[in-house]
């Protein structure tokens, strides 16, 4: 029999007041924009400011997250750290390969190159926490957090470890935000936060965030839900997706009717959101629904903001409102899925329990 | 001179980030590493940059650098001495 998994704790820096983790979402702050920045907590509350000065934003967040999250689980060490990311510190990229540019290759120091690495959140965060044990990066665009999840849980499963930090980060930054525009895949009119599944325009609200959460296999009494499942899939033609979800609830002996509750990642794209309409309006259409990407912006690791969403729906037992898709009522759900997908690829899947 | 400590007063917060330093905080003999402004070999690497591109002085014998690097007078004397010489 597999071991269970459990949320045992959660740490969010996102578009939304969520760096309180006492709160959940009572405080809504609306956008009217085509990119979102985070609420930026006091960094100087959590990070001395001798390590802060060379600390990109990424690793800011991610220190802030990481330590809520740490605190709630009543850690000071876990035995192994895992972040997803889809483009890294790439404000200090940006900086360092503008640097290079701009001295025609001269006057180079190591100091933005250090932190533009992928991996420089997993490691900062273990050096400052003196983790030694097992730390990984992955970078799979969209589906980034939820591969940490994944293996976040086999390590927990086959009892390689007992606690695992577990997160996602991403940036907001000019260049990245400059180049995506010209592409359409960022919208060209600012939508207000409240009608941006009215919209119908091409392209997403970029964002930024760092989510981070300890995962544990033994229950305790900060304990969230317990994580049943998750699966991603690089390429998912839409005649494809209701089939998968089925065999997805099927492995683990489900069906959509034991789903009380669906989060789509719908994030105003007129050409990617029927991927969520064909579950909205299909299998799941009389299962309460919740959307989250209009409180956080859309970006590779957006999934952890659903999954901290989720977690919190999950602790609270009530669907803030504000997230609520449908009109069909819920109470307490014992069991909710989440769907995600950018640009029709980079689809995941995650299934939480109430425990 | 007085100009000179000033500016790389200026610079040295700007290039190494010391947001919670103001200028008047730098005292002109304060210890640039260890006690005084605590920087490291990090910084000391971002600082021989620094003269290089800002003042087109490139550092010979690294282990000129810790003498140099002492504090901002004297930086600015080493600065000073290599424009007039």
């Known amino acids: 029999m597999k071991k269970r998994v459990y949320i045992n704790s959660v740490g969010s820096v996102s578009a939304q007041k969520t760096f309180e983790n006492t709160l959940f979402l009572e405080e809504i702050t609306s956008y009217n924009d085509t ?43 876990v035995d192994a750290i895992i972040v997803g990311t889809g483009l890294g510190c790439i404000d200090d990229s940006e900086k360092f390969i503008s640097a290079i540019i701009d001295n025609k290759e001269q006057f180079l120091t190591p100091t933005r190159f250090i932190q533009s690495s992928h991996n420089t959140v997993s490691g900062q965060i273990a050096l400052g926490i003196g983790c030694k044990g097992y730390n990984y990066t992955y970078v799979n665009g ?33 260049h990245h935000v400059n180049t995506h525009r010209l592409i359409n895949h960022i ?9 941006l599944l009215a919209s119908k325009t091409e392209g997403c609200v970029m964002a930024e965030g ?16 317990e994580l049943i499942g998750v699966r991603t899939y690089n390429i998912l ?11 997805f609830l099927k492995e683990h002996e489900l069906s959509s009717d034991a789903i009380d509750l669906v989060v ?22 009389d299962t309460a629904q919740a959307y989250t990407k209009h409180l956080s912006g859309e970006y590779d690791t957006a999934g952890g903001f659903a999954f901290w969403f989720a977690s919190k729906v999950m602790r609270t037992g009530t669907l803030p409102a504000v997230a609520h898709l449908n009109k069909v ?7 909710i899925l989440l769907y995600n997908q950018y640009r029709g690829e980079y689809h995941s899947l995650v299934l939480l329990r109430q425990c | 001179m007085t100009d000179l400590k000033l500016e790389l007063k200026e610079k040295i917060i700007e290039q ?15 210890p640039l590493f260890g006690e005084g402004l605590g920087l490291d070999s990090i910084d000391a690497l971002e600082l021989i940059v620094m003269l290089d591109k800002d003042y087109g002085i490139k550092l010979a014998d690294p282990k000129e650098g810790k003498q140099i690097f002492e504090s901002v007078e004297t930086m600015a004397a080493y600065i000073t001495s290599k424009k007039a010489g």
């Open chain 1, 237 to 247: 033609a839409q005649n494809q997706l209701a089939q998968t979800v089925t065999a």
């Open chain 1, 187 to 195: 919208k060209k009119i600012p939508v207000e936060s409240a009608h």
């Open chain 1, 264 to 285: 789509l990642g719908y994030n105003g794209d007129v050409t990617f959101d029927p991927y969520y309409d064909l579950l909205a309006k299909g299998m799941f259409a």
């Open chain 1, 142 to 174: 969209a589906t980034s957090f939820e591969s940490c999840l994944i293996d976040a849980m086999i390590q927990l499963q086959l009892e390689e470890a007992e606690n695992v930090l577990v997160g996602g980060v991403d940036e907001l930054v000019p």
């Open chain 1, 35 to 77: 990119t979102m920045g985070v609420i930026n907590p006091n960094y100087k509350d959590y990070i001395p400011p001798a390590a802060a000065r060379r600390m990109a934003k990424g690793i800011k967040m991610s220190t802030v997250s990481s330590k809520t999250a740490l605190d709630e689980a009543g850690l000071d060490n």
């Open chain 1, 210 to 225: 760092a989510h981070f959460f300890v995962l544990s296999e033994k229950k305790q009494a900060s304990t969230y839900a």
């Open chain 1, 329 to 335: 009522a819920i109470t307490k759900p014992k069991t």
């Open chain 2, 16 to 30: 190494l980030n010391l947001e919670d330093v103001s200028v008047a905080e730098i005292g002109d003999k304060d």
